[in-house]
C-alpha cells in the first residue's frame, strides 16, 4: 500500500479535461510538504512533470497543471491528447517515515 | 545538463549483494546542492524511494530496507553506488537512479521535500537462481 493514494485509472476522449487526485494525510501533505508529479511512459523512466505543487520545469505543457488543498493535491490535463496516455505518480515527504514516497500511480488512457 | 545512467549486472542469485552504480555526467557530484538518489519499481507496481547520499557522504535510507543497504559515493568517478544485501526475489524490480532537488533542512539538519531530476534510464534486475 502506498502512503499516498491514487485512482488506479482515469480515462478521457481527446480534448477533454482529465484530473487525478493524490490523497495524503497529516505527516506529508497535510504536514505542509509540497506535491510533485510525475509521468512515465511505458517502458521509459519517469520524468518531471510539476514541481512544487504548481510549477511547471521548461518544456512542459500548460495543459498540464497541479494544485494542492489540505491533504490532497490533483493533477489537471486539459485538451487531452494521445501522447498523454501514460502513467501518473503524485511525490511527497513524510515526517513519520523520515523520508520520500509515492502514490501507487494512476494509468491514463485516452479514448 | 546533467545525466544519469545506471550501470551493474542483471540477474543477482537469492541471498547475494545486488550492486548497482549511477554514473554522473553533465556536472559534477562534488558541486553540491543536490542529493543522489536509488528509487526502484517493481513490475508493474509503483515506486519506492530507496536511499539518498550528499557528496559529502551524508545518506538517508527508506526504513524498510536500512538494515540491508548501503549508499556509498566516488567523487574521483562522479559516480554513486548502491549494495543491497541477501536479495530475494521480492527486490526483482528497475532500479533508477536520480537527482534529489528542491530539499531543504530541518531544525536536525535533514534534508526534507524535494523531488527528483533528472532519472536515469533505470535497469532492471532479477532475483533468480
Known amino acids: 500500500q502506498s502512503v499516498l493514494t491514487q485512482p488506479p485509472s482515469v480515462s478521457g476522449a481527446p480534448g477533454q479535461r482529465v484530473t487525478i487526485s493524490c490523497t495524503g494525510s497529516?505527516?506529508?501533505?497535510?504536514?505542509?510538504?509540497?506535491v510533485h508529479w510525475y509521468q512515465q511512459v511505458p517502458g521509459t523512466a519517469p520524468k518531471l512533470l510539476i514541481f512544487?505543487?504548481?510549477n511547471r520545469p521548461s518544456g512542459v505543457p500548460d495543459r498540464f497543471s497541479g494544485s494542492k488543498s489540505g491533504t490532497s493535491a490533483s493533477l489537471a490535463i486539459t485538451g487531452l491528447q494521445a501522447e498523454d496516455e501514460a502513467d501518473y505518480y503524485c511525490?511527497?515527504?513524510?515526517?513519520?517515515?523520515?523520508?520520500?514516497?509515492f502514490g501507487g500511480g494512476t494509468k491514463l488512457t485516452v479514448l | 545538463q546533467v545525466q544519469l545512467q545506471e550501470s551493474g549486472p542483471g540477474l543477482v542469485k537469492p541471498s547475494q549483494t545486488l550492486s548497482l552504480t549511477c554514473t554522473v555526467s553533465g556536472g559534477s557530484i562534488s558541486s553540491g546542492g543536490y542529493y543522489w538518489s536509488w528509487i526502484r519499481q517493481h513490475p508493474g507496481k509503483g515506486l519506492e524511494w530507496i536511499g539518498c547520499i550528499y557528496y559529502s557522504g551524508s545518506t538517508y535510507y527508506n526504513p524498510s530496507l536500512r538494515s540491508r543497504v548501503s549508499i556509498s559515493v566516488d567523487t574521483s568517478k562522479n559516480q554513486f553506488s548502491l549494495k543491497l544485501k541477501t536479495v530475494t526475489a521480492a527486490d526483482t524490480a528497475v532500479y533508477y537512479c536520480a537527482s534529489l532537488r528542491g530539499y531543504y533542512y530541518d531544525s536536525s539538519g535533514y534534508p526534507q521535500g524535494g523531488w527528483f531530476d533528472p532519472w536515469g534510464q533505470g535497469t532492471l534486475v532479477t532475483v533468480s537462481s
Open positions: 497529516s505527516s506529508n501533505i497535510g504536514a505542509g510538504y509540497d
Open positions: 512544487g505543487n504548481s
Open positions: 511525490q511527497s515527504y513524510d515526517s513519520s517515515l523520515s523520508g520520500w514516497v
